[in-house]
């Protein structure tokens, strides 16, 4: 492969040996593999995506099954943007546009810890097989905690909050002006990611090549291996592509795979600035329950893989 070769060059031309060399190429191959699949995929989704404003999804909702709703929102979240930054905007307009409660949180709870990106790097860190699981469980997680928080009523818990006037009408753009506006988007989220995916291959690369494999075995194996790393995934903030450079590198030094797993999902979907950001929308008692939701299925998740693989 292309990129194989180019970070053999690179670190042959350098000289470099041993740890080094390891690492080196590590970070300077999966830069390029996973910027490249950005700037493909991103603006692929974001053109799509310009047929599917708020309101449109809201109309072709209504009437519509509760199920077909909660799946046809996680579907959405697959194909959304790249981290919750960029994903609660699109989960702001929906609110306003009088989306259901629980479809409303089925997509945010989605959107950050799959995507169609994500889902094209994954195979090549724990196969297909454990691609496949990770989204069906994704896919799960996000759907039982849209339909709980709303069988539970937490819906009285979303702020008034300004969202414009969702019923204004607004002409249908022109292709080129739809491939302009995909253009922008896909600019903006490219350069606010870039420097998570660099950060975030940087870790894994050290971690490849200096880490040593019998630490990971021997701190993070047990049970409280999954529940050690949702807690130390909440507080970072980084895109799905930012961590699984690192959770490759972690599973490639003896990390069960379930506990990759759940701290990737933990990162991508649990993070302080999210709250910080969704306290615009969402009252404190919402929010901890969403939170709450989330770990408990992410712990599940977690638990189960590691228990059955």
């Not at 506006?181 to 660099?198: F, G, L, N, Q, R």
């Not at 049970?223 to 490759?248: N, Q, W």
């Given at each position: 492969m292309v990129f194989q070769q180019i970070a053999t060059y690179v670190v042959e031309a350098l000289g470099l040996t041993g740890s080094l060399r390891a690492a080196a190429h590590f970070w300077i191959y999966d830069t390029l593999k996973i910027l490249s699949i950005l700037v493909v995929v991103i603006f692929g989704v974001t053109y799509l995506r310009t047929y599917f404003p708020p309101e449109k999804i809201r109309d072709y909702l209504e009437g519509k099954r509760a199920i077909t709703g909660y799946a046809l929102a996680a579907l959405l979240g697959i194909v959304s943007p790249f981290c919750s930054c960029s994903t609660i905007p699109i989960f702001l307009g929906m609110v306003g546009a009088g989306i259901p409660f629980g479809i409303t949180i089925t997509f945010l709870a989605v959107s950050p810890m799959i995507n169609e990106a994500a889902l094209v790097v994954l195979p090549g860190v724990v196969g297909f097989k454990l691609t496949a699981l990770y989204a069906v469980s994704g896919i799960v997680i996000g759907m039982s905690s849209g339909y709980t928080l709303n069988k539970l009523g937490f819906d009285r818990y979303i702020e008034e909050f300004n969202f414009g006037d969702s019923d204004v009408e607004i002409d249908e753009?022109?292709?080129?002006?739809?491939?302009?506006?995909?253009?922008?988007?896909?600019?903006?989220?490219?350069?606010?990611?870039?420097?998570?995916?660099?950060?975030?291959?940087?870790?894994?690369?050290?971690?490849?090549?200096?880490?040593?494999?019998?630490?990971?075995?021997?701190?993070?194996?047990?049970?409280?291996?999954?529940?050690?790393?949702?807690?130390?995934?909440?507080?970072?903030?980084?895109?799905?592509?930012?961590?699984?450079?690192?959770?490759?590198?972690?599973?490639?030094?003896?990390?069960?795979?379930?506990?990759?797993?759940?701290?990737?999902?933990?990162?991508?979907?649990?993070?302080?600035?999210?709250?910080?950001?969704?306290?615009k929308v969402m009252k404190k008692e919402l929010i901890a329950a969403y939170a709450t939701t989330l770990a408990a299925g992410i712990l599940t998740i977690g638990l189960l893989f590691n228990l059955l693989l």
């Open positions: 753009p022109t292709r080129k002006e739809r491939a302009r506006e995909a253009y922008v988007e896909a600019k903006d989220i490219i350069v606010e990611i870039v420097p998570y995916v660099i950060v975030g291959v940087g870790a894994g690369a050290v971690i490849h090549g200096y880490l040593p494999g019998e630490l990971v075995t021997q701190y993070l194996s047990g049970p409280l291996g999954v529940f050690g790393a949702v807690a130390v995934g909440v507080p970072m903030y980084t895109d799905i592509l930012g961590v699984i450079p690192v959770v490759e590198s972690l599973i490639g030094k003896g990390l069960p795979v379930g506990t990759g797993l759940a701290f990737m999902m933990s990162v991508a979907a649990l993070s302080f600035p999210q709250f910080m950001i969704l306290n």
